[in-house]
């Protein structure tokens, strides 16, 4: 309500205040002479506006003289300060957005080995958020006037524009970005912006929103290094506490975890649980030949058996059955999940397969 009322826009509802204020007393001055409050406001009007139809009734009193001397030299004045108002209003207004675009433009020239969020909904304002928090340095990305003044005043960096458009991308800064995130909930449109960003900046890192499972083959398809599918995390998660409530306040209930799993990402690490299913290549291999099997890609920080307690430091010799759950720490990116979900691996003997 502040910024409705600042100026010039302050000034300009003053001044309309003002005009409503002298028309009022004329037209109850008019009346005051006998007129009806049409031929009053009607006079009044033609006053003020200086249109000079002539009057409605002969003005030939010393009253009404004085009543329409004083609505002329008021009225006329609020009527020129009214238009002085507005063509300021609108003045500064496009000065703003001027400058507001070229500060924009300047920033984003300073910058190099940036991320770029394409879109700030849900996803997009709070990885905003952590970016912020992490001092890392980020333009945003979006074309919606709303989502744009919620950026603008979270004091980020933000860039008006269709971020599937090519040109939009490079006012961002992709020459020079090392990240671009594009977390828009339309799957075809990150499809189309990682098509883009790949063939604008071969080197850049791509992390792409999916909501379908479908999409994460064209999206690496169309070169984008990691995908996120919010919806396939929150299910897992979930999974995760109703089949392993304890492991799963373990990993993430506490903030000493939180912080744990911080470092370990400061190192190029990160903690990840997963299960192993019925007739995969998993069941039935102990730790060491899980742990050799990844080919030193991560290690089993904790074993938690389907049926019994969790063990910290399992053992070596520790053989896994279907249903357990792993707690695993590994390198960044690797892909923990693949020898879960790889098939059990068959050999035949003669004419039977083991």
């Known amino acids: 309500m502040y ?13 309309i205040a003002f005009v409503l204020v002298v028309v009022a007393l004329s037209t109850a001055a008019y009346m005051g002479a006998g007129w009806s409050f049409s031929d009053a406001i009607y006079m009044v009007v033609l006053t003020v506006y200086t249109v000079g139809y002539g009057e409605v009734h002969p003005i030939n009193t010393p009253y009404l003289h004085a009543v329409t001397m004083a609505t002329m030299v008021l009225g006329c004045t609020g009527m020129i300060l009214v238009t002085g108002a507005l063509v300021q209003a609108f003045t500064l207004s ?13 920033e984003i020239e300073k910058l190099s080995g940036h991320v770029i969020i394409c879109g700030y909904g849900r996803i997009g304002e709070m990885l905003a958020r952590t970016l912020r ?12 006037e709303h989502k744009l003044a919620e950026a603008r005043d979270a004091g980020c960096l933000v860039l008006q524009g269709d971020a599937t458009s090519e040109e939009a991308l490079e006012a961002a800064g992709i020459e020079r970005a090392a990240t671009l995130a594009t977390v828009l909930p339309n799957d075809a449109a990150n499809v189309f912006i990682t098509l883009s960003a790949r063939s604008l900046n071969p080197r ?16 690496r398809q169309a070169g984008a290094d990691k995908v996120v599918l919010p919806t396939h995390i929150g299910a897992e998660r979930i999974a995760e506490m109703i089949l392993f409530p304890e492991t799963a306040r373990f ?3 506490s903030e000493r975890m939180r912080d744990f799993e911080k470092i370990l990402g400061d190192l190029g690490m990160e903690l990840e649980m997963v299960t192993a299913q019925a007739n995969t ?29 969790v063990v910290t430091r399992p053992a070596r010799d520790q053989r896994i ?4 759950g792993l707690v695993l720490v590994g390198r960044s990116g690797a892909a923990f999940g693949s020898l879960f979900s790889a098939p059990a691996e068959r050999v035949r003997a003669g004419r039977t397969l083991f």
Do not use: C, W
């Open 3 to 15: 910024r409705l009322l600042s100026s010039p826009l302050r000034n300009l509802m003053s001044i």
């Open 281 to 309: 290549a998993v069941v039935g291999l102990t730790v060491a030949e899980l742990e050799e099997r990844g080919r030193g890609a991560f290690f089993v920080a904790q074993y938690n058996p389907k049926d019994g307690e």
């Open 133 to 144: 928090a992490g001092g890392s340095h980020f333009v945003i990305v979006e074309r919606d």
């Open 321 to 324: 059955a279907a249903g357990d």
């Open 94 to 106: 496009e000065i703003r957005q001027l400058l507001g675009a070229s500060r924009v433009k300047t």
């Open 251 to 253: 990993l993430r209930g």
């Open 204 to 219: 850049l890192q791509i992390i792409a929103r999916g909501e379908a499972p479908s999409t994460e083959t064209k999206l």
